[in-house]
């Protein structure tokens, strides 16, 4: 069973179309980044697949067809900006939350704890620093333990700590089997979390795949030795190179096809040369991103 | 609908602004209807009299005519009321928790169900703390205690709760499109007690016109929820001079006003189904 299906979803603003006849299929289980340039309709998208914004045609079902707001009850998410009453605690926020999603209010104290805002628990929200803002959205989004976590942005506006606990905190809810929806502009982040990705551009999308079918090893491979002059000169005559580049302080070897870096290591070895460095080029999103975007010009 | 208040309880039970808002206005209430035995001793020590009757010995608080008395007067006090409704309203979109509740997992209707039972509750304490405060002061001053009496004219304080909930109504709808609550209050206040209260006047009472326009009158929103309780100009203690009182509330006047609070959550439904709500 699909836990969403999108189809033919079209969202136009007056005469800017900004997502335009999406087709999207997530499954259980799926760690799933909606990649894009701002602007490219991703929190729209999100936005009406949780009935916040009305789609202008198309349609959409949670887990096989379920009403729309019993599926929401089963999503925890986490959206670009923590919306919170001001004038209550994080306590009284969460209280409404478990109203709202039907679950337990048992569980906020031990929630509170793991987002390490039990200390602050009787704190009115407007007194709250941004981190501890958005880890009160988090403990929202885990409080009713929903199978599917939607994020948009998750580490817009975090500090370096905050970004790898975030996405620490991502893998571990993978690991437990859940399924993951996030939106994000950072390709870096969707190639360390997740497993399958689209693009979007201008409301279209361009692409979409496993991260590990786009990911992979290149033919290019870094080699560094205590004497560059001499790696350089040697190395031309090994007869599996296809060129060869100066980078500053290593080399970028370019091998034919049927060479892999461990020949090129014995070669190297062969000539009496001991290498400092050897590190074969694997693909990154980025990369094939922009491909993938140079090829929709 | 016990879903939808237990969401609207567990935002305000801790909302200092809201409870400071209810008790001012039961407070207002209360001294409006309840404050008339000192304006009358007052206006005997400054030696006014009636005919030669002592202002004290109006029977004001004898039961029934009290519920007509307390309903006018409290209705001078309603806009009061709104103002909670307004506040509460304008959190839900300026904090846009409105769009997080949705998010979370209510449907819109289910909004609209919270803020009206939130009003239903509001009107619903007001008029029985009118009920209250009007048994004690009948009790207190009343010539006749007789059961009969005391439980006539009851329709009097079902008119008063109609007209909290249609004009709370008409506040949310207003709050819906006035985002700000500041400028959503004004907007409450200056229509309701300044604008539709001329338009309406002019079309009723103007020398050239009333023939053509008077009949109208009775379907403008604030016009029809005021005739519920009495316009200004209708005082119930006209009776004590001798002159013939409205001492009824008429069928097409419960009819319009119901119309109004149902035109009024349709366009609340409307303008939630249309509206998106961004961050």
């Known amino acids: 069973m699909s836990v969403l299906k999108i189809n033919k979803l079209t969202k136009r603003f007056g005469k800017l179309t900004a997502v335009d006849q999406l087709d999207l299929t997530i499954e259980q289980g799926q760690v799933y980044g909606i990649l894009g340039p701002n602007g490219s309709g991703k929190t729209t998208t999100l936005g009406m697949i949780l009935e916040v914004v009305a789609p202008t045609s198309g349609n959409f079902e949670w887990f096989g067809g379920i009403d729309n707001v019993e599926a929401r009850q089963k999503i925890g998410s986490i959206l670009e900006t923590p919306c919170f009453y001001s004038y209550l605690t994080a306590t009284q926020n969460l209280r409404i939350v478990a109203h709202i999603k039907k679950c337990d209010t048992k569980r906020i104290d031990e929630i509170l704890k793991q987002v390490n805002l039990y200390e602050r628990r009787n704190d009115k929200f407007k007194t709250y620093s941004l981190g501890m803002k958005q880890r009160l959205s988090l403990a929202a989004a885990l409080l009713s333990d929903p199978p599917v976590l939607m994020l948009d942005e998750p580490t817009n506006g975090l500090d370096p700590e905050g970004i790898a606990e975030v996405r620490q905190l991502i893998r571990d809810i993978a690991a437990q089997g859940k399924t993951i929806i996030m939106a994000s502009h950072l390709l870096d982040e969707v190639q360390k979390v997740c497993t399958d990705f689209c693009i979007l551009r201008k409301g279209v999308k361009l692409h979409e795949g496993s991260v590990n079918d786009i990911l992979g090893e290149t033919n290019a491979v870094e080699i560094s030795a205590a004497d560059l002059d001499t790696l350089t000169e040697s190395i031309q005559g090994y007869n599996g190179l296809e060129k060869i580049e100066k980078q500053n302080g290593s080399l970028m070897a370019y091998l034919k096809e049927g060479n892999s870096s461990d020949h090129l290591n014995k070669f190297c070895f062969d000539q009496g040369i001991a290498l400092s460095k050897l590190i074969p080029q694997s693909k990154s999103l980025e990369q094939e991103f922009l491909k993938i975007l140079k090829e929709n010009d | ?279």
């Open chain 2, 1 to 279: 609908m016990i879903r939808a208040f237990t969401l609207e309880w567990l935002k305000l039970k801790h909302y200092r602004v809201f409870w400071i808002l209810f008790g001012l206005y039961l407070l207002a209430q209360l001294i409006i209807t309840n404050g008339g035995i000192f304006f009358l001793e007052w206006l005997k020590s400054k030696g006014a009299d009636f005919d030669g009757i002592d202002p004290t010995i109006l029977p004001i608080y004898d039961f029934p005519d009290i519920w007509q008395n307390s309903v006018w007067l409290a209705s001078f006090v309603k806009v009061l009321i709104s103002f909670i409704v307004i506040v509460s309203v304008n959190n839900e979109l300026s904090y846009n928790t409105l769009r997080q509740n949705i998010i979370d997992g209510i449907s819109k209707r289910e909004f609209l169900l919270s803020k009206l039972s939130l009003i239903l509750f509001l009107a619903a304490v007001c008029t029985l703390v009118l009920f209250g405060s009007g048994l004690v002061a009948g009790f207190m001053y009343s010539h006749v205690t007789d059961l009969k009496y005391i439980f006539a004219d009851f329709g009097f304080l079902l008119a008063y709760f109609l007209q909290l909930v249609v004009f709370c109504l008409f506040a949310f709808s207003l709050a819906m499109v006035i985002k700000k609550a500041g400028f959503a209050i004004v907007i409450t206040m200056l229509y309701s007690l300044v604008f539709e209260p001329i338009v309406t006047s002019i079309l009723e009472f103007a020398p050239f016109t009333r023939d053509y326009t008077a009949g109208i009158v009775k379907f403008f929103p604030i016009y029809s929820m005021e005739k519920l309780c009495g316009k200004v100009y209708e005082s119930p203690f006209a009776r004590y001079l001798f002159q013939e009182i409205k001492d009824s509330v008429y069928w097409y006047e419960w009819l319009i006003a119901i119309g109004w609070g149902a035109l009024f959550m349709l366009f609340i439904t409307w303008i939630l189904q249309k509206r998106d709500l961004k961050a």
